[in-house]
Protein backbone atom coordinates (compact mmCIF):
# COMPACT_ATOMS: atom_id res chain seq x y z
CA UNK A 1 0.00 0.00 0.00
CA UNK A 2 1.19 3.66 -0.92
CA UNK A 3 2.50 5.33 2.32
CA UNK A 4 1.78 8.89 3.27
CA UNK A 5 2.38 11.47 5.83
CA UNK A 6 -0.38 11.40 9.08
CA UNK A 7 -1.13 13.66 12.14
CA UNK A 8 -2.19 12.85 15.09
CA UNK A 9 -3.97 15.25 17.34
CA UNK A 10 -3.79 15.32 21.30
CA UNK A 11 -3.97 17.01 24.06
CA UNK A 12 -1.14 19.42 25.81
CA UNK A 13 0.95 17.45 27.97
CA UNK A 14 0.26 13.57 25.90
CA UNK A 15 2.66 13.89 23.00
CA UNK A 16 4.99 11.46 24.03
CA UNK A 17 2.56 9.22 25.39
CA UNK A 18 0.79 9.22 21.63
CA UNK A 19 4.46 8.74 19.89
CA UNK A 20 4.85 5.44 22.74
CA UNK A 21 1.20 4.35 21.28
CA UNK A 22 2.07 5.08 17.57
CA UNK A 23 5.57 2.93 18.14
CA UNK A 24 3.42 0.13 19.41
CA UNK A 25 1.30 0.21 16.45
CA UNK A 26 4.04 0.06 14.42
CA UNK A 27 4.43 3.37 12.47
CA UNK A 28 7.10 5.07 10.75
CA UNK A 29 8.37 8.09 11.12
CA UNK A 30 7.06 9.15 14.34
CA UNK A 31 7.93 13.41 15.13
CA UNK A 32 6.77 14.82 18.13
CA UNK A 33 5.16 18.05 17.95
CA UNK A 34 3.11 20.62 20.14
CA UNK A 35 -0.35 18.82 20.61
CA UNK A 36 0.31 16.88 18.11
CA UNK A 37 2.56 13.99 16.37
CA UNK A 38 3.29 13.35 12.79
CA UNK A 39 3.90 9.84 11.50
CA UNK A 40 4.24 8.16 8.51
CA UNK A 41 1.44 5.01 7.43
CA UNK A 42 -0.73 3.18 4.90
CA UNK A 43 -4.48 3.45 4.63
CA UNK A 44 -4.40 0.27 7.02
CA UNK A 45 -2.40 2.25 9.68
CA UNK A 46 -4.54 5.17 9.27
CA UNK A 47 -7.57 2.92 9.86
CA UNK A 48 -6.12 1.33 12.80
CA UNK A 49 -4.72 4.62 14.15
CA UNK A 50 -8.16 5.67 14.38
CA UNK A 51 -9.43 2.52 16.02
CA UNK A 52 -6.37 1.60 18.22
CA UNK A 53 -5.45 5.24 19.36
CA UNK A 54 -6.20 6.20 23.47
CA UNK A 55 -4.90 9.52 23.46
CA UNK A 56 -5.53 10.79 20.36
CA UNK A 57 -8.06 13.40 19.37
CA UNK A 58 -8.02 12.76 15.61
CA UNK A 59 -6.23 11.59 12.56
CA UNK A 60 -5.82 14.47 9.62
CA UNK A 61 -4.21 13.10 6.16
CA UNK A 62 -2.30 16.49 5.17
CA UNK A 63 -3.11 16.78 1.12
CA UNK A 64 -0.71 20.37 0.54
CA UNK A 65 1.90 21.92 2.49
CA UNK A 66 2.28 25.35 1.14
CA UNK A 67 3.50 28.98 1.96
CA UNK A 68 0.64 32.03 1.92
CA UNK A 69 1.70 35.88 3.08
CA UNK A 70 -2.11 36.54 2.56
CA UNK A 71 -5.98 35.01 1.94
CA UNK A 72 -5.65 35.47 -1.60
CA UNK A 73 -2.33 33.07 -1.43
CA UNK A 74 -4.67 30.80 0.16
CA UNK A 75 -7.25 30.79 -1.66
CA UNK A 76 -4.79 30.24 -5.21
CA UNK A 77 -2.85 27.51 -3.38
CA UNK A 78 -6.36 25.16 -2.46
CA UNK A 79 -7.82 26.27 -6.22
CA UNK A 80 -5.22 24.50 -8.12
CA UNK A 81 -5.59 21.01 -6.20
CA UNK A 82 -7.56 18.59 -8.12
CA UNK A 83 -10.74 18.72 -5.64
CA UNK A 84 -12.28 15.54 -8.04
CA UNK A 85 -9.86 13.07 -6.26
CA UNK A 86 -11.67 13.70 -2.95
CA UNK A 87 -15.37 15.18 -3.18
CA UNK A 88 -17.94 14.96 -5.93
CA UNK A 89 -21.46 17.28 -6.19
CA UNK A 90 -22.87 14.73 -3.67
CA UNK A 91 -20.87 14.82 -1.16
CA UNK A 92 -21.06 17.21 1.02
CA UNK A 93 -18.17 19.08 3.14
CA UNK A 94 -17.33 21.58 5.62
CA UNK A 95 -13.73 23.06 6.56
CA UNK A 96 -12.28 24.37 10.17
CA UNK A 97 -9.18 25.93 10.51
CA UNK A 98 -6.78 26.76 13.22
CA UNK A 99 -4.34 30.17 12.80
CA UNK A 100 -1.31 31.27 14.91
CA UNK A 101 -0.18 33.95 12.73
CA UNK A 102 0.24 37.78 12.41
CA UNK A 103 -0.82 37.87 9.01
CA UNK A 104 -4.26 36.01 9.08
CA UNK A 105 -5.99 37.49 11.93
CA UNK A 106 -9.70 35.67 11.32
CA UNK A 107 -9.25 31.65 11.31
CA UNK A 108 -12.77 31.90 9.85
CA UNK A 109 -11.87 34.28 7.12
CA UNK A 110 -9.58 31.52 6.33
CA UNK A 111 -11.89 28.94 6.56
CA UNK A 112 -14.24 31.16 4.02
CA UNK A 113 -11.45 31.40 1.66
CA UNK A 114 -10.92 27.81 1.56
CA UNK A 115 -14.33 27.09 0.66
CA UNK A 116 -14.78 29.59 -1.76
CA UNK A 117 -11.79 28.20 -3.30
CA UNK A 118 -13.11 24.70 -3.73
CA UNK A 119 -16.79 25.87 -4.69
CA UNK A 120 -14.89 27.89 -7.99
CA UNK A 121 -13.21 24.69 -8.47
CA UNK A 122 -16.27 22.93 -8.92
CA UNK A 123 -17.84 25.68 -10.95
CA UNK A 124 -15.21 26.40 -13.38
CA UNK A 125 -15.08 22.32 -14.25
CA UNK A 126 -18.94 21.20 -14.12
CA UNK A 127 -20.80 24.70 -13.98
CA UNK A 128 -22.55 23.44 -10.79
CA UNK A 129 -22.00 24.41 -6.62
CA UNK A 130 -20.81 21.44 -4.13
CA UNK A 131 -23.12 21.08 -1.16
CA UNK A 132 -21.56 22.87 2.22
CA UNK A 133 -22.68 21.42 5.55
CA UNK A 134 -21.96 22.28 8.87
CA UNK A 135 -23.05 19.85 10.92
CA UNK A 136 -21.97 16.25 9.99
CA UNK A 137 -20.38 17.15 6.53
CA UNK A 138 -19.55 13.93 4.16
CA UNK A 139 -15.87 15.10 4.50
CA UNK A 140 -14.00 17.15 7.08
CA UNK A 141 -11.26 19.22 6.01
CA UNK A 142 -8.25 21.15 8.06
CA UNK A 143 -6.51 24.53 7.20
CA UNK A 144 -3.74 24.97 9.97
CA UNK A 145 -1.49 27.80 9.49
CA UNK A 146 1.43 29.08 11.68
CA UNK A 147 2.81 32.27 10.61
CA UNK A 148 2.95 31.68 7.07
CA UNK A 149 3.35 28.09 6.41
CA UNK A 150 -0.05 26.23 5.70
CA UNK A 151 -0.95 22.60 5.51
CA UNK A 152 -4.51 21.38 4.32
CA UNK A 153 -5.86 18.02 5.46
CA UNK A 154 -8.36 15.67 5.24
CA UNK A 155 -9.85 14.56 9.17
CA UNK A 156 -10.06 10.63 9.20
CA UNK A 157 -11.74 10.82 11.94
CA UNK A 158 -15.10 12.78 11.46
CA UNK A 159 -16.30 13.40 14.96
CA UNK A 160 -13.50 13.60 17.79
CA UNK A 161 -12.03 10.08 18.95
CA UNK A 162 -12.73 10.97 22.91
CA UNK A 163 -16.08 10.41 21.63
CA UNK A 164 -15.67 6.32 22.36
CA UNK A 165 -19.36 5.32 22.18
CA UNK A 166 -19.93 3.26 25.52
CA UNK A 167 -21.25 6.48 27.63
CA UNK A 168 -25.04 5.38 28.44
CA UNK A 169 -24.81 8.83 30.50
CA UNK A 170 -22.52 11.46 32.80
CA UNK A 171 -22.68 13.30 35.73
CA UNK A 172 -21.69 16.32 36.51
CA UNK A 173 -18.53 17.61 34.10
CA UNK A 174 -16.95 14.40 33.12
CA UNK A 175 -13.36 14.03 32.17
CA UNK A 176 -12.37 13.72 28.73
CA UNK A 177 -11.98 10.20 27.44
CA UNK A 178 -8.46 10.69 26.05
CA UNK A 179 -7.42 12.88 28.47
CA UNK A 180 -8.15 9.56 31.30
CA UNK A 181 -6.90 7.19 29.21
CA UNK A 182 -3.38 9.61 28.77
CA UNK A 183 -3.65 9.94 32.91
CA UNK A 184 -3.57 5.86 33.14
CA UNK A 185 -0.64 6.00 30.08
CA UNK A 186 0.94 8.57 32.18
CA UNK A 187 1.48 6.24 35.42
CA UNK A 188 3.22 3.55 33.54
CA UNK A 189 0.58 1.10 34.50
CA UNK A 190 1.38 -2.10 33.30
CA UNK A 191 -2.54 -3.52 34.16
CA UNK A 192 -0.08 -6.23 36.55
CA UNK A 193 -2.13 -4.46 40.01
CA UNK A 194 -5.60 -4.08 41.00
CA UNK A 195 -7.24 -0.48 40.24
CA UNK A 196 -9.17 2.10 42.13
CA UNK A 197 -10.32 5.52 41.73
CA UNK A 198 -12.22 6.71 45.00
CA UNK A 199 -13.86 9.73 43.14
CA UNK A 200 -15.32 8.11 39.94
CA UNK A 201 -17.84 10.20 39.45
CA UNK A 202 -19.43 8.32 35.92
CA UNK A 203 -16.81 6.29 35.56
CA UNK A 204 -14.66 7.20 32.87
CA UNK A 205 -10.82 6.45 34.48
CA UNK A 206 -12.53 2.95 35.46
CA UNK A 207 -13.81 2.47 32.24
CA UNK A 208 -10.50 3.08 30.52
CA UNK A 209 -8.21 1.42 33.15
CA UNK A 210 -10.38 -1.23 31.88
CA UNK A 211 -10.60 -1.16 27.95
CA UNK A 212 -6.66 -1.15 28.94
CA UNK A 213 -6.26 -4.40 31.26
CA UNK A 214 -8.64 -6.34 28.67
CA UNK A 215 -6.77 -4.65 25.88
CA UNK A 216 -9.93 -3.80 23.82
CA UNK A 217 -9.33 -0.97 21.40
CA UNK A 218 -11.85 1.91 21.71
CA UNK A 219 -12.56 1.85 18.58
CA UNK A 220 -15.10 -1.16 18.68
CA UNK A 221 -17.88 1.33 19.97
CA UNK A 222 -17.64 4.01 17.25
CA UNK A 223 -20.53 3.78 14.73
CA UNK A 224 -18.31 5.54 12.20
CA UNK A 225 -15.04 7.25 11.49
CA UNK A 226 -14.70 9.95 8.73
CA UNK A 227 -12.48 8.28 6.19
CA UNK A 228 -15.71 5.59 5.21
CA UNK A 229 -17.37 8.36 3.35
CA UNK A 230 -14.03 9.38 1.74
CA UNK A 231 -13.86 7.87 -2.27
CA UNK A 232 -11.51 5.00 -1.64
CA UNK A 233 -12.66 3.81 1.19
CA UNK A 234 -11.99 -0.25 1.91
CA UNK A 235 -14.59 -1.20 3.71
CA UNK A 236 -13.38 -4.75 3.71
CA UNK A 237 -10.22 -3.71 5.45
CA UNK A 238 -11.97 -1.74 8.43
CA UNK A 239 -14.02 -5.12 9.13
CA UNK A 240 -11.15 -7.12 9.31
CA UNK A 241 -9.86 -4.59 11.89
CA UNK A 242 -13.16 -4.25 13.62
CA UNK A 243 -13.44 -8.42 13.82
CA UNK A 244 -9.81 -9.20 14.87
CA UNK A 245 -9.84 -9.61 18.53
CA UNK A 246 -6.98 -11.26 18.50
CA UNK A 247 -4.95 -9.22 21.03
CA UNK A 248 -7.42 -8.90 23.75
CA UNK A 249 -6.43 -10.53 26.88
CA UNK A 250 -7.55 -11.85 30.24
CA UNK A 251 -7.36 -9.47 33.35
CA UNK A 252 -6.49 -10.95 36.65
CA UNK A 253 -7.07 -8.12 38.94
CA UNK A 254 -10.06 -5.62 39.69
CA UNK A 255 -11.10 -2.27 38.98
CA UNK A 256 -12.29 -0.61 42.34
CA UNK A 257 -14.58 2.94 41.74
CA UNK A 258 -16.17 4.81 44.82
CA UNK A 259 -18.53 8.00 45.03
CA UNK A 260 -20.32 9.83 47.54
CA UNK A 261 -22.81 10.48 44.52
CA UNK A 262 -25.68 7.45 43.89
CA UNK A 263 -26.46 8.92 40.75
CA UNK A 264 -23.03 8.81 39.33
CA UNK A 265 -22.42 5.29 40.97
CA UNK A 266 -25.11 4.01 39.11
CA UNK A 267 -24.13 5.70 35.59
CA UNK A 268 -20.64 4.47 36.01
CA UNK A 269 -22.06 1.03 36.51
CA UNK A 270 -24.50 1.38 33.28
CA UNK A 271 -21.18 2.82 31.35
CA UNK A 272 -19.03 0.03 32.21
CA UNK A 273 -21.53 -2.34 31.49
CA UNK A 274 -22.20 -0.55 28.18
CA UNK A 275 -18.45 -1.34 27.55
CA UNK A 276 -18.71 -4.90 28.26
CA UNK A 277 -16.07 -5.09 31.19
CA UNK A 278 -18.30 -4.46 34.00
CA UNK A 279 -17.05 -8.09 35.52
CA UNK A 280 -13.94 -6.81 36.33
CA UNK A 281 -14.94 -3.51 37.56
CA UNK A 282 -16.86 -2.87 41.20
CA UNK A 283 -18.29 0.68 41.97
CA UNK A 284 -20.00 1.64 45.23
CA UNK A 285 -21.06 4.63 46.83
CA UNK A 286 -18.44 5.48 49.74
CA UNK A 287 -16.97 8.74 51.11
CA UNK A 288 -13.30 9.48 50.95
CA UNK A 289 -13.08 9.33 54.83
CA UNK A 290 -14.56 5.42 54.98
CA UNK A 291 -12.04 4.27 52.37
CA UNK A 292 -10.94 0.44 53.27
CA UNK A 293 -7.24 -0.50 51.96
CA UNK A 294 -7.33 -2.94 49.57
CA UNK A 295 -6.39 -6.49 50.34
CA UNK A 296 -4.22 -6.42 46.94
CA UNK A 297 -1.80 -4.34 45.66
CA UNK A 298 -2.98 -1.58 43.98
CA UNK A 299 -2.49 1.81 41.54
CA UNK A 300 -5.03 5.02 42.64
CA UNK A 301 -5.63 7.29 40.01
CA UNK A 302 -8.66 9.83 40.32
CA UNK A 303 -9.87 13.30 39.41
CA UNK A 304 -11.25 15.01 42.76
CA UNK A 305 -13.85 18.08 42.60
CA UNK A 306 -11.54 21.25 42.17
CA UNK A 307 -14.23 23.64 42.93
CA UNK A 308 -14.83 25.13 39.18
CA UNK A 309 -17.75 22.80 38.06
CA UNK A 310 -17.90 20.23 40.94
CA UNK A 311 -17.60 21.29 44.11
CA UNK A 312 -18.24 20.38 48.00
CA UNK A 313 -19.29 22.24 50.71
CA UNK A 314 -15.85 21.90 52.64
CA UNK A 315 -13.40 21.35 49.18
CA UNK A 316 -10.32 21.93 51.37
CA UNK A 317 -11.27 19.49 54.07
CA UNK A 318 -12.02 17.14 51.62
CA UNK A 319 -8.48 17.21 50.37
CA UNK A 320 -7.29 17.07 53.92
CA UNK A 321 -9.11 14.02 54.65
CA UNK A 322 -8.25 12.30 50.76
CA UNK A 323 -4.52 13.36 52.40
CA UNK A 324 -5.06 11.47 55.82
CA UNK A 325 -6.68 8.57 53.86
CA UNK A 326 -3.70 8.08 51.89
CA UNK A 327 -0.84 8.75 54.44
CA UNK A 328 -2.46 5.85 56.88
CA UNK A 329 -5.20 3.95 54.70
CA UNK A 330 -3.10 3.38 51.42
CA UNK A 331 0.67 2.91 53.04
CA UNK A 332 2.26 0.74 50.28
CA UNK A 333 0.52 2.07 47.35
CA UNK A 334 0.67 4.53 44.61
CA UNK A 335 -1.50 7.45 43.89
CA UNK A 336 -1.59 9.37 40.93
CA UNK A 337 -3.82 12.42 41.80
CA UNK A 338 -5.34 15.43 38.54
CA UNK A 339 -6.05 19.06 39.93
CA UNK A 340 -6.41 22.55 39.56
CA UNK A 341 -5.65 24.36 42.39
CA UNK A 342 -2.54 24.56 44.44
CA UNK A 343 -3.83 25.05 47.76
CA UNK A 344 -6.04 21.73 47.31
CA UNK A 345 -3.24 20.21 46.64
CA UNK A 346 -1.85 21.54 49.74
CA UNK A 347 -4.29 20.86 52.28
CA UNK A 348 -3.49 16.85 51.38
CA UNK A 349 -0.39 17.12 53.25
CA UNK A 350 1.71 15.09 51.18
CA UNK A 351 4.82 15.47 49.05
CA UNK A 352 4.62 14.72 45.21
CA UNK A 353 7.58 12.21 43.83
CA UNK A 354 6.74 13.73 39.96
CA UNK A 355 4.65 16.52 38.79
CA UNK A 356 2.95 16.19 34.87
CA UNK A 357 1.29 19.82 33.77
CA UNK A 358 -1.67 18.85 31.92
CA UNK A 359 -4.86 21.29 30.70
CA UNK A 360 -8.25 19.36 32.04
CA UNK A 361 -10.34 21.73 29.41
CA UNK A 362 -9.57 24.92 29.98
CA UNK A 363 -8.18 24.57 33.28
CA UNK A 364 -4.55 24.78 33.80
CA UNK A 365 -4.02 21.23 35.97
CA UNK A 366 -0.80 19.51 37.16
CA UNK A 367 -0.84 15.93 37.53
CA UNK A 368 0.73 14.67 40.60
CA UNK A 369 2.76 10.98 41.86
CA UNK A 370 2.38 10.26 45.56
CA UNK A 371 4.62 7.66 46.85
CA UNK A 372 2.94 6.19 50.31
CA UNK A 373 5.79 4.51 52.43
CA UNK A 374 5.86 4.20 56.43
CA UNK A 375 8.55 5.91 58.08
CA UNK A 376 11.18 8.04 56.56
CA UNK A 377 12.01 8.74 53.12
CA UNK A 378 15.50 7.65 54.35
CA UNK A 379 14.53 4.14 55.45
CA UNK A 380 12.03 3.62 52.91
CA UNK A 381 15.20 3.65 50.02
CA UNK A 382 17.53 2.01 52.12
CA UNK A 383 14.93 -0.52 52.09
CA UNK A 384 15.08 -0.53 48.26
CA UNK A 385 12.01 1.38 47.82
CA UNK A 386 12.14 4.14 44.58
CA UNK A 387 10.01 7.25 44.53
CA UNK A 388 10.95 7.63 41.27
CA UNK A 389 11.10 5.76 38.05
CA UNK A 390 13.66 5.88 35.55
CA UNK A 391 11.49 7.91 33.17
CA UNK A 392 9.96 10.19 35.53
CA UNK A 393 13.42 11.33 36.67
CA UNK A 394 14.45 11.82 33.02
CA UNK A 395 11.29 14.05 32.24
CA UNK A 396 11.67 15.90 35.73
CA UNK A 397 15.10 17.00 33.86
CA UNK A 398 13.16 18.48 31.06
CA UNK A 399 10.59 20.24 33.51
CA UNK A 400 11.65 23.16 31.72
CA UNK A 401 10.45 22.28 28.39
CA UNK A 402 7.67 21.54 30.05
CA UNK A 403 7.25 25.40 31.34
CA UNK A 404 8.50 26.78 27.81
CA UNK A 405 5.28 25.06 26.36
CA UNK A 406 2.66 25.92 28.70
CA UNK A 407 3.48 29.47 28.65
CA UNK A 408 3.83 29.06 24.68
CA UNK A 409 0.20 27.42 24.55
CA UNK A 410 -1.16 30.50 26.87
CA UNK A 411 1.10 33.38 24.75
CA UNK A 412 -0.27 32.11 21.36
CA UNK A 413 -3.92 32.31 22.39
CA UNK A 414 -3.60 34.93 23.73
CA UNK A 415 -2.37 36.56 20.96
CA UNK A 416 -5.38 34.66 19.27
CA UNK A 417 -7.71 37.15 21.92
CA UNK A 418 -6.30 40.09 20.12
CA UNK A 419 -7.18 38.86 16.51
CA UNK A 420 -10.28 37.07 16.80
CA UNK A 421 -12.85 38.58 18.84
CA UNK A 422 -16.09 37.68 16.94
CA UNK A 423 -17.39 34.47 18.35
CA UNK A 424 -16.76 30.88 16.22
CA UNK A 425 -19.46 28.54 14.85
CA UNK A 426 -18.76 25.67 17.32
CA UNK A 427 -20.13 23.14 15.19
CA UNK A 428 -17.48 23.69 12.59
CA UNK A 429 -14.61 24.05 15.68
CA UNK A 430 -13.14 20.40 16.92
CA UNK A 431 -12.91 19.78 21.24
CA UNK A 432 -9.21 21.20 20.62
CA UNK A 433 -10.20 24.22 19.57
CA UNK A 434 -13.37 25.18 21.39
CA UNK A 435 -11.55 24.71 24.39
CA UNK A 436 -8.81 26.91 23.13
CA UNK A 437 -11.60 29.81 22.34
CA UNK A 438 -13.02 29.40 25.76
CA UNK A 439 -9.84 29.80 28.10
CA UNK A 440 -9.33 33.27 25.63
CA UNK A 441 -12.72 34.37 25.86
CA UNK A 442 -12.19 33.73 29.92
CA UNK A 443 -8.57 35.74 29.86
CA UNK A 444 -10.47 38.37 27.74
CA UNK A 445 -13.10 38.76 29.97
CA UNK A 446 -11.19 39.14 32.93
CA UNK A 447 -9.21 41.88 31.12
CA UNK A 448 -12.34 43.30 31.04
CA UNK A 449 -13.46 43.46 34.47
CA UNK A 450 -10.25 44.19 35.80
CA UNK A 451 -10.10 47.39 33.60
CA UNK A 452 -13.86 48.83 34.48
CA UNK A 453 -12.74 48.25 38.01
CA UNK A 454 -9.82 50.41 37.90
CA UNK A 455 -12.08 52.58 36.05
CA UNK A 456 -15.01 52.83 38.68
CA UNK A 457 -12.27 53.32 41.31
CA UNK A 458 -11.22 56.07 39.66
CA UNK A 459 -14.72 57.19 38.53
CA UNK A 460 -15.13 57.04 42.58
CA UNK A 461 -11.50 58.99 43.86
CA UNK A 462 -12.79 61.88 41.41
CA UNK A 463 -16.35 62.37 43.09
CA UNK A 464 -14.74 61.98 46.28
CA UNK A 465 -12.21 64.26 46.07
CA UNK A 466 -14.74 67.23 44.41
CA UNK A 467 -18.42 66.33 45.24
CA UNK A 468 -18.18 65.08 48.94
CA UNK A 469 -21.72 65.28 49.58
CA UNK A 470 -22.48 63.13 46.44
CA UNK A 471 -20.07 60.03 47.80
CA UNK A 472 -23.53 58.02 48.46
CA UNK A 473 -24.02 58.21 44.80
CA UNK A 474 -21.61 55.90 43.50
CA UNK A 475 -22.71 53.04 41.79
CA UNK A 476 -22.25 49.81 43.00
CA UNK A 477 -19.83 46.96 41.67
CA UNK A 478 -21.84 44.14 39.64
CA UNK A 479 -19.83 40.39 40.95
CA UNK A 480 -19.20 38.73 37.70
CA UNK A 481 -17.75 35.55 37.89
CA UNK A 482 -15.82 33.41 34.87
CA UNK A 483 -15.85 30.17 34.85
CA UNK A 484 -13.72 28.13 32.07
CA UNK A 485 -14.95 24.77 31.22
CA UNK A 486 -17.65 23.05 29.25
CA UNK A 487 -20.51 21.35 28.99
CA UNK A 488 -22.42 18.99 26.30
CA UNK A 489 -23.52 14.99 25.94
CA UNK A 490 -21.59 12.38 25.08
CA UNK A 491 -24.02 9.61 24.42
CA UNK A 492 -23.47 7.77 21.78
CA UNK A 493 -24.46 4.16 20.84
CA UNK A 494 -22.26 1.25 19.91
CA UNK A 495 -22.34 -0.50 16.82
CA UNK A 496 -25.29 -2.35 16.27
CA UNK A 497 -23.02 -5.69 16.07
CA UNK A 498 -20.85 -5.15 19.05
CA UNK A 499 -21.08 -8.15 21.38
CA UNK A 500 -23.32 -7.59 24.19
CA UNK A 501 -21.87 -7.77 28.43
Known amino acids: MEQFELIAKTFQGLEEVLAQELTELGADEIQIGRRMVSFVGNKE ?7 CLRTAVRILKPIKHFTASDANDVYTAVRAIDWSQYLDLNTTFAVDSVVYSTEFRHSKFVAYKVKDAIVDYFRETTDERPNIRISKPDIQLNIHIAEDQCTLSL ?10 GYRTGQGEAPINEVLAAGLIKLTGWQCDTDFIDPFCGSGTILVEAALMARNIYPGVFRKHFGFEKWKDFDAELLESIYND ?37 SVEQRDIANFVKPA ?30 LKH ?33 SLDCEFRKYQLFDGKLDAFRAAGGDVKTNEERRRMAESGRFKKRRDEFKGRNAEGDAQEREKPDFTALDEEQIQAYKILRRKHSEFELRNGRGEKRNGRNEKRNGHNDRRNARPNRDEKSFKGGRTGRYDRNRRNDHRDD
Not at 45 to 51: C, E, H, I, K, P
Not at 301 to 325: A, H, K, M, Q
Open 155 to 164: DSSGESLHLR
Open 245 to 281: DSEEREFTHHIYGYDLNLRAVEIARDNAKSAGVSDII
Open 45 to 51: MMYRANF
Open 296 to 325: EKALMVTNPPYGERITSPDLLGLYRTFGRV
Open 329 to 361: DFTGGEAWVISYKEECFANMGLKPSFKVPLFNG
